[in-house]
């Protein structure tokens, strides 16, 4: 157990439905981290937050927007969904931007 | 651009050793990470190099040569729950962590 808590942990939803995923990071740690990880391929960075602030962007769409909020918890919110949304969406957190992260369980979104 | 390369797939047979390489070329270094992720689970941490040379933790070590751009994960009496993928990651400039896309491990008794 990582110490990072995701839910829910799975998702079955319509396309152009919009759904709110939910992170907690470990205690103490100030950066949280999103990825998106499709059926065998590898981790896409999506977005990272560091005591609140928005602090990278990576390969996130213009239908997907996250926050951290002032208790440290981070929700990533996806919307107009389509087939291709379908994944693995882990959240990741760290003490810092220079440690290593701890990822939780993922949640599994799945598209119909 | 930045790059991180593994191979796609390996395989080994229980009990023997396996070297996972890693090249990488990225905007700074400021660390590299190997993961470990068993399918549809979530990655776990493994190592952390920094410096040039080797870190052992167990059965696992991770070898790190900054001035080639490489690092390998060296496993040790292989046991069938090592069949996972493991990633290989690189801190840049940023402290953006770039991703390798992993190599997948396969074990055989």
């Known amino acids: 157990d990582s110490g990072v808590t995701q839910t829910p942990k799975h998702l079955i939803t319509a396309t152009g439905q919009r759904v709110t995923l939910r992170c907690s990071p470990r205690s103490g740690d100030l950066s949280v981290y999103w990825y998106q990880q499709s059926l065998d391929q590898g981790l896409q960075f999506l977005i990272q937050?560091?005591?609140?602030?928005?602090?990278a962007k990576g390969n996130i769409l213009e239908r997907f927007s996250a926050q951290q909020f002032p208790d440290l918890h981070s929700e990533l919110n996806l919307s107009s969904l389509e087939l291709g949304d379908s994944a693995l969406y882990f959240c990741?957190?760290?003490?810092?931007?220079?440690?290593?992260?701890?990822f939780g369980p993922g949640t599994r979104l799945t598209v119909l | 651009g930045q790059n991180i390369d593994q191979p796609t797939e390996m395989t080994a047979t229980e009990g023997a050793i396996v070297q996972i390489n890693c090249t990488y070329q990225t905007s700074g270094f400021n660390g590299l990470f190997w993961y470990q992720q068993h399918a549809g689970e979530a990655p776990t941490f493994l190592s952390y190099?920094?410096l040039d040379g080797l870190e052992e933790k167990g059965r696992f070590s991770s070898f790190l040569s900054r001035s080639k751009g490489y690092s390998y994960l060296l496993l040790k009496e292989l046991q069938m729950k090592d069949s996972a993928s493991y990633l290989c990651a690189v801190m840049d400039s940023n402290y953006q962590l770039i991703w390798g896309a992993g190599t997948k491990l396969i074990i055989k008794p």
């Open positions: 990741a957190s760290s003490v810092t931007d220079y440690n290593e992260q701890f």
């Open positions: 190099n920094v």
């Open positions: 937050y560091y005591n609140g602030e928005e602090r």
